[in-house]
């Protein structure tokens, strides 16, 4: 039976291994992603809030900006950071766009969400770090609303609110699950290993002894 050192220690290990390369090439995508989604609606803007899509326009040009300068200079050296960086300049889009267009009532709420459940299946986050960060964007939202829309409140509010902690509910338990299956396969590949030293270890004996 592994002991809770042993496992902690483990997971300690399998975390260092994934907060190097994999997590730098999950963000790779994910960056690209939220790139190409960001610059798509630019025009979206432009068709659905003609009034606004001028005002929203540097804001997503700085958005597509910073996301070029964490691809280009930080993913490699500061994936973590990297990760809560692309994160929180994401849902500082979504939070102006979504103020910009009524608040609870703005159909752009829908980003959110999809930031949201983004966050726990695009990167290997562990699931404390997926929970803080979900629960900051959600807390952000929150208070967005509570403080700068006070006077929208209703059943629009209460309809977004909902639908919002019901994705930051499913991308928290998405970084949980999946870190838990990431997990489960280093510890077996682990195993894998450990028996492929083992046998290695065993066929010199053997031929040691019949050498002898």
Same mark, same amino acid.
């Given at each position: 039976? &592994? ?12 975390? /260092? ?29 432009? !068709?659905?809030?003609?009034? /606004? @899509? ?26 973590? @950071?990297?990760? !809560? ?11 102006? *766009? ?11 709420? &829908?980003?959110? *969400? #999809?930031?949201?459940?983004? !966050?726990?299946?695009?990167?290997? #986050?562990?699931? /404390?770090?997926?929970? $803080?960060?979900?629960?900051? $964007?959600?807390?952000?939202? &929150?208070?967005? !609303? ?18 919002? @902690? ?15 299956? /990431?997990?489960?396969?280093? $510890? ?13 270890? $065993? ?10």
């Amino acid at each position: 039976m &592994v002991s809770r050192e042993s496992s902690t220690a483990a997971y300690a290990d399998y975390r /260092r291994e994934v907060e190097r390369e994999p997590l730098a090439r999950a963000l790779y995508r994910a960056v690209v992603v939220l790139f190409v989604i960001n610059s798509a609606f630019i025009g979206v803007d432009y !068709i659905v809030y003609p009034d /606004r @899509a001028v005002a929203f326009l540097p804001v997503r040009i700085a958005l597509d900006v910073i996301l070029v300068g964490i691809y280009l200079l930080t993913v490699r050296r500061f994936p973590v @950071a990297s990760t !809560i960086g692309a994160s929180a300049a994401g849902g500082w889009m979504l939070f102006t *766009v979504v103020h910009g267009t009524g608040g609870p009532a703005s159909d752009y709420y &829908v980003g959110l *969400v #999809l930031l949201l459940i983004g !966050i726990g299946v695009l990167v290997p #986050l562990s699931a /404390r770090q997926g929970a $803080l960060t979900i629960a900051a $964007l959600f807390g952000c939202y &929150v208070a967005l !609303i509570v403080f700068g829309e006070a006077s929208s409140g209703g059943r629009g509010f209460a309809l977004s609110l909902f639908f919002l @902690a019901a994705a930051s509910f499913m991308g928290m338990m998405s970084c949980a699950y999946l870190d838990r299956m /990431r997990f489960a396969d280093f $510890l077996q590949r682990r195993e894998i290993e450990a028996a492929r030293d083992e046998l290695r270890e $065993l066929d010199v004996a053997k031929s040691r002894f019949t050498a002898n």
